[in-house]
């Protein structure tokens, strides 16, 4: 997905020459911190809720403070990855996209990236996650892969997440199956150190055994 594709219509960009008032009551409206200014087509920078109110009263021009404006941006054809790194680097509630002249086109909110990025890990789907714990020479997508078909369940999405200053790393997999248990105990067999796991079958699971227990209970 390229941030052009993840650009929100619902924004609109404010002006140098707009008055510092008008762009605080935009952020209420629009439930942000951060607002892009914009001197026709081409972009000045974003501006902060903290830099009205500590750089400017209310019914000046935002064009006062331009110079101290920072400029973060994406160009419209690059990865909706490079938005989330400057989200996490940054700390701001949007990101300006330019095209390749470097003309404003709109901004990507929180919102939009959230939702994009829910749509590919499959967070919305049923299923079941396994975290492994694991050296970085130790992993093998294919091993792994194979392990959970030989299981019939599909990998929907996998991510790697590091440790810091350590050669280890957490391995996330999202399965189709609500009850994944045949493909831990495989991924156990194998050696793999299974640090946590989320699955819906273990709480029909716990609900049964309960059953079972009752009913046996009553029998007696």
Same mark, same amino acid.
């Given at each position: 997905?390229?941030?052009?594709?993840?650009?929100?219509?619902?924004?609109?960009?404010?002006?140098?020459?707009?008055?510092?008032?008008?762009?605080?009551?935009?952020?209420?409206?629009?439930?942000?911190?951060?607002?892009?200014?914009?001197?026709?087509?081409?972009?000045?920078?974003?501006?902060?809720?903290?830099?009205?109110?500590?750089?400017?009263?209310?019914?000046?021009?935002?064009?006062?403070?331009?110079?101290?404006?920072?400029?973060?941006?994406?160009? /419209?054809?690059?990865?909706?990855? /490079?938005?989330?790194?400057?989200?996490?680097?940054?700390?701001?509630?949007?990101?300006?996209?330019?095209?390749? =002249?470097? =003309?404003?086109?709109?901004?990507?909110?929180?919102?939009?990236?959230?939702?994009?990025?829910?749509?590919?890990?499959?967070?919305?789907?049923?299923?079941?996650?396994?975290?492994?714990?694991?050296?970085?020479?130790?992993?093998?997508?294919?091993?792994?892969?194979?392990?959970?078909?030989?299981?019939?369940?599909?990998?929907?999405?996998?991510?790697?997440?590091?440790?810091?200053?350590?050669?280890?790393?957490?391995?996330?997999?999202?399965?189709?199956?609500?009850?994944?248990?045949?493909?831990?105990?495989?991924?156990? =067999?194998?050696?793999?150190?299974?640090?946590?796991?989320?699955?819906?079958?273990?709480?029909?699971?716990?609900?049964?055994?309960?059953?079972?227990?009752?009913?046996?209970?009553?029998?007696?």
């Amino acid at each position: 997905m390229l941030a052009r594709d993840l650009i929100s219509i619902d924004i609109p960009p404010l002006t140098v020459n707009d008055e510092a008032k008008k762009a605080l009551e935009w952020m209420d409206e629009f439930k942000v911190s951060h607002m892009p200014v914009i001197e026709k087509t081409n972009y000045v920078g974003i501006i902060s809720d903290l830099e009205i109110i500590d750089l400017v009263s209310p019914d000046e021009s935002i064009g006062k403070i331009r110079k101290n404006l920072g400029k973060p941006f994406v160009f /419209e054809y690059q990865h909706a990855y /490079e938005a989330l790194k400057l989200y996490d680097l940054l700390k701001i509630t949007l990101i300006p996209v330019l095209d390749e =002249r470097e =003309r404003y086109m709109g901004v990507i909110t929180q919102q939009k990236l959230l939702s994009y990025f829910s749509e590919i890990i499959d967070a919305k789907d049923p299923g079941s996650l396994i975290v492994l714990e694991l050296h970085q020479t130790d992993y093998s997508l294919s091993q792994i892969a194979q392990i959970a078909e030989s299981n019939d369940a599909k990998i929907l999405s996998l991510f790697l997440t590091p440790h810091k200053d350590s050669t280890e790393l957490d391995v996330t997999i999202k399965l189709n199956l609500q009850d994944a248990s045949a493909v831990m105990q495989t991924l156990e =067999r194998y050696g793999y150190i299974i640090k946590e796991s989320f699955t819906q079958g273990d709480s029909k699971k716990s609900l049964k055994d309960r059953y079972d227990s009752l009913m046996h209970y009553l029998n007696i």
